[in-house]
């Protein structure tokens, strides 16, 4: 046995987990799927005095798709949502990234709502989570409450939600016609936390931006939008090169890059100019008009 | 500092194991891999790096490969339990054993229990994955040995037969 004593509770309701949080909240971890807590606890870098271990609450692995959007639990293992948005075009950049979220046999146990709690900057679900203005919902004996994706992330491994709060679903709003998603990273090895990773969300009415979202994640202490690169790109057409260039060379320059980890400073900065010329270079593609 | 093993919490379990209903107590902090190997001498899942990296320690758990060092065995409660003796035991792995065996895909054999589970969820969702889709699929399993070339032949080789024998 690896990590320190801790008291451990598996609550069997929402309230029940909530009452157990309020609780011990300065002291308590919440166990969802453990991809990255148990770890964590291995090497005991973490070391709560209470686990409460919340994969027997029911309910909260529930996935509900409407017109408005999809709705996840937030207990929902990475693979499960995978299989629902496989074949969604509206969620493809959903089902373009889980794939890359470590290996299949730790997509099966960890979940989105975990992910996203951690806040870890190289995680794909946070980075998903703003390129689809998705919103978090929170609850916590106080109520719930939610914030947007956007103002979620605060930083490394820190987020808006309390200590006695505890993540239930994650909503992802059906994007408008027209929202075209990429997802790209570079790693050293397929499943291996990226070196830098880019979620795209780019608007496109007859070959002309209206609107993007481009997230990086991988390269500051959170993901981050470029958000001089995107209104490089808006009103441009999507095939106009020297806006393309002045978008990139904007997203290479502009972005916070934290030092440290597997590559230098330099390297993730030009990783971060060549992701986004790949990634603009498919949404011509995608979304080009053939006529123009 | 001093540990009060008095204060060590106990989680009472009842699992199904390769089929069979076993109840007992567990200290929370136990993983379900050290408890299959040291209380219930299933010594087939191999614990490695202990922190999710390796894939040593995969076990089939609701019918889904995971890390056995990430899960807790307090968590496998109510939960059936597959461990590579109970697979092998059932046959489905038969195909991939004898392709593994032809192809020398194992070396020391450290990797192998979980090389072969991963595996066979891969066969058992995708009816024809190339070299580079097993490649990606077996990343997240480490062999020490550095035989990976035999190892995805062997799976491209299983994969190959079943294919052949659903006549497709």
């Given at each position: 046995m690896k990590p320190a004593l801790f008291s451990y509770a598996a609550p069997r309701s929402l309230d029940e987990a909530l009452v157990l949080l309020a609780e011990h909240a300065d002291d308590?971890?919440?166990?969802?799927?453990?991809?990255?807590?148990?770890?964590?606890?291995?090497?005991?870098?973490?070391?709560?005095?209470?686990?409460?271990?919340?994969?027997?609450?029911?309910?909260?692995?529930?996935?509900?798709e409407t017109a408005e959007g999809l709705r996840v639990g937030a207990m929902t293992r990475q693979n499960a949502l995978l299989d629902h948005v496989a074949d969604a075009p509206d969620w493809s950049l959903l089902a373009q990234a889980i794939p890359h979220v470590a290996h299949r046999g730790i997509r099966n146990r960890g979940t989105i709502g975990g992910s996203v709690a951690l806040a870890d900057p190289a995680a794909e679900a946070p980075a998903c989570a703003i390129a689809l203005d998705a919103?978090?919902?929170?609850?916590?004996?106080?109520?719930?409450?939610?914030?947007?994706?956007?103002?979620?992330f605060l930083g490394l491994y820190e987020t808006a939600r309390e200590p006695d709060e505890m993540i239930v679903a994650v909503f992802y709003p059906r994007p408008a016609p027209g929202w075209l998603f990429g997802f790209d990273e570079v790693a050293r090895r397929r499943g291996d936390y990226a070196l830098a990773g880019l979620c795209a969300g780019m608007r496109v009415e007859e070959a002309f931006v209206r609107d993007a979202r481009l997230v990086f994640f991988a390269v500051g202490d959170r993901p981050t939008r470029a958000r001089v690169a995107e209104d490089a790109l808006i009103g441009r057409n999507v095939a106009d090169i020297a806006a393309r260039a002045a978008a990139c060379a904007a997203a290479r320059a502009g972005i916070e890059v934290m030092p440290g980890g597997d590559c230098g400073v330099e390297y993730k900065r030009r990783l971060v100019g060549v992701l986004l010329e790949r990634q603009l270079a498919r949404f011509e593609a995608m979304g080009g008009d053939r006529d123009g | 500092m001093t540990v009060d093993f008095a204060q060590e919490a106990r989680v009472r379990i009842e699992t199904r194991v390769n089929g069979r209903t076993i109840r007992a107590e567990v200290p929370a902090r136990l993983s379900l891999v050290e408890w299959l190997r040291d209380e219930l001498g299933l010594t087939g899942?191999?614990?490695?790096?202990?922190?999710?990296?390796?894939?040593?320690?995969?076990?089939?758990?609701?019918?889904?490969?995971?890390?056995?060092?990430l899960m807790f065995a307090a968590q496998a409660d109510g939960c059936d339990v597959e461990t590579?003796?109970?697979?092998?035991?059932?046959?489905?792995?038969?195909?991939?054993?004898?392709?593994?065996?032809?192809?020398?895909?194992?070396?020391?054999?450290?990797?192998?229990?979980?090389?072969?589970?991963?595996?066979?969820?891969?066969?058992?969702?995708?009816?024809?994955?190339?070299?580079?889709?097993?490649?990606?699929?077996?990343?997240?399993?480490?062999?020490r040995?550095?035989?990976?070339?035999?190892?995805?032949?062997?799976?491209?080789?299983?994969?190959?037969?079943?294919?052949?024998?659903?006549?497709?």
């Open positions: 308590a971890q919440i166990l969802a799927g453990g991809q990255s807590l148990a770890p964590m606890l291995n090497l005991r870098l973490a070391a709560p005095d209470w686990l409460i271990d919340v994969n027997r609450v029911p309910g909260l692995d529930v996935i509900e919103v978090i919902r929170l609850a916590s004996v106080r109520g719930e409450r939610e914030v947007p994706a956007s103002d979620f | 899942s191999h614990v490695g790096c202990e922190h999710g990296v390796c894939g040593a320690c995969t076990i089939v758990v609701d019918g889904s490969c995971l890390r056995g060092c590579i003796e109970g697979a092998v035991a059932s046959g489905r792995l038969a195909a991939l054993q004898e392709a593994f065996y032809r192809h020398a895909a194992l070396q020391c054999g450290f990797c192998t229990s979980g090389m072969l589970l991963t595996a066979a969820e891969l066969l058992a969702r995708e009816r024809n994955p190339g070299r580079q889709r097993i490649r990606e699929e077996l990343s997240g399993n480490y062999c040995c550095t035989g990976y070339q035999s190892i995805v032949d062997a799976v491209e080789v299983a994969a190959r037969a079943q294919q052949e024998e659903n006549g497709s």
